[in-house]
């Protein structure tokens, strides 16, 4: 492997520009949710985004109409990732706050790892790999002791629900998408998925949600604006040009320094909690997601030698 010194500036910056920009996230989206119906916001946020990109390659003419199998995969793509994974972490916005829905979101790669032993028998994880799982468990469940404790009714409870269901739906999406390979530029799967995905919230938020509640503050629209612009289409493309020049194993840090801007985004905008209690569970969460990870590139390198 190339020294660190030896990738190209632009990479660097571009895996800045993807931690900085994808930490933010989670405060505009928490701005959107406090007067914009949860789902409602998300439909929007997707379909836009994926009519952009979209555009984009029709003008080139190169939407592949014809092939029915591939718009199939890639809808059902969206439907568990952006509809139920983004659409309801949305609505865990409505109860959590940003920088904790955030750091309990670093415990994605600990429910794929779940998830996939139980579709994958022949995949088990090492020692180091369910301690890095019992390690990230432990800071969700110091984190929410307090809260856990008042009462099942608890709107924290329900927030905690939500978010377990959206990451579920994000990990089983993000693992049948390797299931099947297709010729097509990436950023035409994303596009695919994020309208399909968008349209499909916007199908079950039209029964579940009062539209006519929503307000769209300067502060709302703005927040959608860089949701679409900055979280969708530059930190993507930013991620997929880092990606190109840099190792995965060096990328994927921005799934450590996302939740820690989002901490300090959300207390130093919106007054919301940091304290020890989260500079623990941080610790823990984020050791357990680094145990996980390392034992899975492990893993990988083995399978590897010939």
Excluded at 246 to 252: E, L, Q, R
């Amino acid at each position: 492997m190339a020294a660190a010194s030896s990738y190209p500036l632009k990479a660097w910056l571009a895996l800045a520009a993807v931690c900085v920009i994808w930490g933010t996230t989670y405060l505009a989206n928490k701005v959107g949710v406090s007067e914009v119906p949860p789902l409602l916001f998300s439909a929007l946020r997707q379909i836009i985004a994926g009519l952009l990109i979209l555009s984009w390659f029709l003008l080139r003419g190169a939407v592949p109409w014809k092939d029915k199998a591939y718009f199939r995969f890639q809808a059902g793509i969206g439907f568990f990732m952006l509809s139920i994974g983004n659409g309801l972490s949305l609505v865990a916005l409505r109860y959590l706050e940003s920088g904790i829905s955030a750091l309990f979101s670093a415990a994605l790669p600990l429910l794929i790892v779940v998830l996939n032993v139980l579709m994958r028998s022949d995949d088990k994880p090492t020692r180091n790999g369910i301690l890095g799982i019992v390690l990230g468990m432990s800071g969700i469940a110091y984190m929410s002791w307090d809260e856990l404790r008042i009462t099942a009714d608890s709107h924290y409870v329900w927030g905690l629900l939500f978010l377990l269901i959206a990451m579920t739906g994000w990990a089983y999406g993000s693992l049948i998408s390797k299931t099947k390979t297709w010729t097509y530029p990436v950023l035409l799967n994303a596009g695919v998925q994020m309208l399909a995905g968008g349209c499909l919230t916007l199908i079950i938020s039209g029964p579940l949600e009062d539209w006519s509640t929503a307000r769209w503050t300067p502060e709302v629209s703005w927040a959608m604006v860089y949701l679409v612009i900055m979280g969708s289409l530059i930190a993507y493309t930013a991620y997929m040009y880092s990606l190109a020049h840099m190792p995965a194993t060096i990328v994927s840090i921005y799934s450590y320094i996302n939740p820690l801007i989002a901490l300090v985004v959300g207390w130093a905008i919106l007054d919301e909690r940091l304290d020890s209690q989260v500079g623990i569970a941080s610790l823990l969460i984020l050791g357990g997601v680094y145990l996980v990870n390392r034992d899975y590139l492990k893993k990988r390198k083995r399978v590897r030698i010939p």
